[in-house]
């Protein structure tokens, strides 16, 4: 029970974490601050450890424009997957629990 409720926790965290990083990111795209987005692990920092989900830690530095999607593998199907950004909700529960992932928000010369 210990072990579901931590992975619920995190997941909640991310997710809220995210939303909120994803609305800043948004606004200052919007004011053409920014015009990337990079899956970064490990709340952003883009350090990995051994709780990293395999397919996230393969996501790590993955840099798209700000209106498009990261692709995921999924270790359920051997297939892919997309989302707007870490703890997306059309992402497989595989690929939502235990993230710990956040978009770093930056700006790329074109």
């Known amino acids: 029970a210990n072990i579901v409720a931590g992975g619920v926790a995190v997941g909640n965290n991310a997710k809220a974490a995210n939303a909120g990083t994803n609305a800043a990111g948004q606004a ?5 601050l920014v015009n990337r987005k ?8 883009g350090q990995i450890d051994s709780r990293v989900l395999r397919t996230h830690a393969k996501a790590n530095g993955q840099t ?6 990261y692709i ?6 051997g297939g ?3 989302c707007q950004h ?3 909700s059309v992402l ?16 790329v010369n074109p």
């Open 28 to 32: 200052l795209g919007d004011d053409g």
């Open 38 to 45: 990079m899956w970064s692990t490990l709340h952003g920092t």
């Open 64 to 69: 798209v424009g700000l209106n498009e999607e």
């Open 72 to 77: 995921l593998e999924r270790d359920d199907t």
């Open 80 to 82: 892919t997957e997309t």
């Open 86 to 88: 870490p703890c997306d």
């Open 92 to 107: 497989s529960e595989g690929n939502k629990r235990y993230c710990r992932c956040l978009s770093t928000f930056l700006w």
